[in-house]
């Protein structure tokens, strides 16, 4: 999973006026990444610039929904083995394990952010069940 950011890199086209529907074609049908939201500021419809810093979820727009330069989309990308991480540039190449590898694992395109787990397992509350059983 990642956010991908709408400001520069490879739809930074469609981050001002387009759809979300011509983003979600051009995703899947260039890089091969499958898009399903929108994280939005809360304050993107404002003329003026906002301090504010606070976003929201918009989970499987329409197609003609209207996307914003400060938009980061939420979108599924192939995992790369080779670089052990989910890979951050992209490439019109829909083999993707070939054209990667001459590439630094160090490298990160500013327009991808990867979404850390923050799900701890172990720190989780025991299902109801598993409790009774104790």
């Known amino acids: 999973v990642a956010q991908l950011a709408l400001l520069d890199g490879p739809f930074a086209d469609l981050g001002d006026g387009g759809c979300y529907g011509d983003l979600f074609c051009k995703a899947l049908k260039t890089y091969n990444m499958l898009c399903f939201g929108i994280y939005r500021l809360r ?15 918009i989970t499987n727009p329409p197609y003609e929904f209207e996307l914003v330069p400060t938009d980061l989309i939420f979108c599924l990308m192939q995992f790369d083995h080779n670089a052990g991480q989910s890979r951050a ?21 500013s327009s991808v952010h990867s979404i850390p787990s923050t799900a701890n397992r172990q720190n989780r509350p025991k299902s109801r069940e598993s409790r009774d059983k104790q």
């Open 43 to 57: 304050d993107a419809h404002l003329s003026t610039p906002s301090q504010c810093t606070k976003r929201y979820v």
């Open 89 to 109: 540039s992209l490439s019109h190449s829909s083999h993707s394990h070939s054209s990667h590898s001459s590439q630094s694992s160090s490298k990160k395109s």
